[in-house]
């Protein structure tokens, strides 16, 4: 600062018009504005998300069509990890103009597994098997408490659907050692899974 206002006294002796010097200014502070908008608006959001903290270092998120761990937030870029390794940079600017859904912020997360049976299935046999497959999956929370409802009839079967809370860490070990499971125990129970099918009745 005091080297501008030391050049500006000194343009000033000299008998230049301040004016002229502070509109060429002027101008090239637009135009190197205009050519940096982008990191601009990166930055502010990089300084956004590191004030506001929507996110950290460790979250598993998901950003319009991409999702994965969060690696690092930085000053223009925030870089996720894929589950299958790939590296994502995505523009901070991006982030705070976009709903950002944080899967481990909560600690826990609700899973919902569908089993569609037959309709010769005993409903209240059926609840019972499906809250046996519960008991026997390690890793689901008592509170809240595990529940089995029938949630749908179908047009070739009923829909029971079993609802259960657990870490966020352990979400997908918990959802394939459900479904594992209550196949298994459907199975041994001799409950049925049906395919589609169609009855046609010929006049």
Same mark, same amino acid.
Request: proline share 4%.
């Given at each position: 600062?005091?080297?501008?206002?030391?050049?500006?006294?000194?343009i000033?002796?000299?008998?230049?018009?301040?004016?002229?010097?502070?509109?060429?200014?002027?101008?090239?502070?637009?135009?190197?504005?205009?050519?940096?908008?982008?990191?601009?608006?990166?930055?502010?959001?990089?300084?956004?998300?590191?004030?506001?903290?929507p996110?950290?270092?460790?979250?598993?998120?998901?950003?319009?069509?991409?999702?994965?761990?969060?690696?690092?937030?930085?000053?223009?870029?925030?870089?996720?990890?894929?589950?299958?390794?790939?590296h994502i940079?995505?523009?901070?600017?991006?982030?705070?103009?976009?709903?950002?859904? /944080?899967?481990?912020?909560? #600690? &826990? $997360?609700?899973? %919902?597994?569908?089993?569609? =049976?037959?309709y010769?299935?005993?409903? *209240?046999?059926?609840?019972?098997?499906?809250?046996?497959?519960?008991?026997?999956?390690?890793?689901?929370?008592d509170?809240?408490?595990?529940?089995?409802?029938?949630?749908?009839?179908?047009?070739?079967?009923?829909?029971?659907?079993?609802?259960?809370?657990c870490?966020?860490?352990d979400?997908?070990?918990?959802?394939? /050692?459900?479904?594992?499971? #209550? &196949? $298994?125990?459907? %199975?041994?129970?001799?409950? =049925?899974?049906?395919?589609?099918?169609? *009855?046609?009745?010929?006049?």
């Amino acid at each position: 600062l005091l080297y501008v206002v030391v050049i500006l006294t000194a343009i000033n002796v000299m008998g230049i018009p301040l004016t002229t010097i502070l509109t060429l200014v002027a101008s090239a502070g637009v135009a190197i504005s205009l050519a940096m908008q982008g990191a601009l608006s990166n930055f502010v959001g990089g300084m956004t998300l590191l004030i506001l903290k929507p996110i950290k270092v460790g979250d598993y998120v998901k950003v319009g069509d991409l999702e994965g761990t969060v690696q690092t937030i930085g000053t223009f870029y925030t870089e996720l990890t894929t589950p299958d390794n790939r590296h994502i940079s995505l523009p901070n600017d991006n982030l705070t103009d976009t709903a950002i859904v /944080n899967y481990t912020r909560e #600690g &826990k $997360r609700r899973m %919902d597994i569908s089993f569609s =049976v037959s309709y010769d299935s005993d409903i *209240d046999h059926t609840k019972e098997t499906l809250m046996e497959v519960v008991k026997m999956t390690g890793g689901i929370l008592d509170t809240p408490a595990p529940m089995v409802k029938l949630t749908a009839c179908g047009d070739n079967s009923m829909t029971f659907m079993i609802r259960v809370w657990c870490s966020s860490s352990d979400y997908w070990e918990v959802n394939w /050692n459900l479904l594992e499971n #209550g &196949k $298994r125990m459907l %199975d041994q129970e001799g409950i =049925v899974i049906p395919y589609p099918q169609m *009855d046609v009745h010929m006049k």
